[in-house]
């Protein structure tokens, strides 16, 4: 049996997912007012991430630690998307249930970018 074109298929539809997540991400950045190209640069992401929600910058150490990284990353989604408007719900679903529908919706959508959630 030869699978080999169901994993070209399958990793064609991957990067086309991964593609969706940082385009939405990039423009999400731009109407943060951030550059978009921060989107893609390992590390440094998360930097501006906090930068946008209003995290001081010492939470990049939170991203460092395995569990609290989750946790770290699920405040920072929940005050990203209070930024945009949305509901801490919202923001939740951003990153454990779909950020591949998400990150397009904030960056392509309406929504415009208010204030960090927190002031750092």
Known sequence: MNSGGSSVVGTIIYLA???LVLAGMWKAFEK????????IIPIYNIIVLLEIVGKPLW??????????????????SMDLAVCFGKSKGWGF????????????????????FTAPAKSA
């Open 59 to 76: 939470w990049i150490v939170l991203f460092l630690i395995p569990l609290v990284n989750i946790v770290a990353y699920i405040l920072v």
């Open 93 to 112: 679903g951003l990153l454990c249930i779909l950020p591949f529908v998400g990150y397009p919706m904030l960056g392509f959508g309406p929504d415009k």
């Open 32 to 39: 943060a007012g951030k550059p978009g190209w921060a989107a």
């Open 17 to 19: 997912i991964i593609a």
